[in-house]
């Protein structure tokens, strides 16, 4: 409900391949929280299966996994990650039902292979390979951490596709991010890295690859629909744009949104003013709703 509010037709946030941090367990129940509750500095996230289906209903298909708060649920034992496995379970039950579930960064094996998914945009056949990573723990039984982070790359490097998407998770400390970002684009000839933790927008860099073609990487795109984040409009929607034959980079572009508990809305902070290497142009049009929509982009 609280998308169709923001968006009924998708506009705002709908492209051919869409992305987001799942941040949290998917589940009906925990039967204890990771860590004691602490007035104030306690977060622990539970969300539905349904959450999931619903979102693939409106066309985001793509869920980064690997982060601190898919870990927020434990046995009454303290079982290591038992909210990875009760996750895993529900993911596994609603990819029968939707075959075009793709998620990534918690498995019970294989965890630092790729997905490898074929989608028909546009009438031409594209291959995507979607990883995660998470730089908040150097080790994770279910999910991609820092110790996996040489296998991850190596393995989406060696995927003969057409886009390598990586999503990686940080905590307040971006400069691992941007190492393993920048190794991505450049050695594993990488396209997109989308960035979150800091729960706010942060820079966005503009990678050449070599031979005149680019990647980019949002260090964070910030926050976009949860209902226990304070209310703040400096967060991102990212869009990239490729030519559709040559699959080069062509054009970034940000839709910047305010997060406001059960509601996510445009919102009027200006993304030209978040550090990049790109010289933003801003735009500011009126949909066929009636809402003025304040962006920036840039073209290659």
Not at 54 to 72: C, E, M, P, V, W
Not at 189 to 206: A, E, N, Q, T
Request: glycine share 6%; with cysteine.
């Amino acid at each position: 409900p609280a998308l169709d509010r923001f968006s009924k037709d998708g506009q705002f946030y709908r492209g051919d391949l869409n992305f987001i941090n799942w941040e949290s367990v998917v589940g009906d129940q925990c039967l204890q929280w990771h860590a004691p509750y602490r007035r104030g500095r306690s977060y622990a996230f539970l969300s539905r299966p349904e959450n999931i289906e619903q979102a693939i209903n409106r066309g985001i298909k793509f869920f980064a996994l690997s982060n601190n708060h898919t870990r927020d649920c434990h046995q009454v034992s303290n079982e290591t990650d038992w909210g990875q496995i009760i996750m895993l379970n529900e993911l596994e039950a609603i990819q029968h039902q939707y075959t075009e579930l793709s998620y990534h960064g918690v498995e019970f094996s294989n965890k630092n292979s790729p997905k490898i998914v074929k989608k028909i945009i546009k009438g031409k056949e594209i291959t995507i390979a979607f990883s995660t990573l998470y730089t908040g723990r150097e080790s994770c039984p279910f999910a991609t951490c820092l110790e996996d982070i040489d296998e991850v790359l190596q393995n989406i490097k060696q995927a003969s596709v057409d886009l390598k998407i990586l999503m990686i998770h940080s905590m307040s400390d971006q400069t691992k991010l941007v190492e393993i970002a920048k190794k991505f684009i450049k050695d594993s000839d990488g396209d997109i890295v989308f960035g979150s933790g800091p729960h706010r927008w942060k820079p966005i860099r503009l990678v050449e690859k070599g031979n005149q073609t680019y990647g980019i990487i949002f260090d964070s795109l910030g926050n976009f629909l949860h209902p226990s984040m304070a209310p703040q409009g400096k967060n991102i929607i990212g869009r990239v744009l490729f030519d559709l034959n040559t699959l080069e980079l062509k054009q970034v572009q940000l839709i910047p949104v305010k997060n406001d508990l059960l509601e996510v809305r445009l919102s009027q902070e200006n993304p030209a003013s978040i550090e990049s290497n790109m010289d933003w142009k801003t735009f500011n049009i009126q949909n066929n709703s009636g809402n003025n929509i304040n962006g920036a982009y840039f073209n290659l």
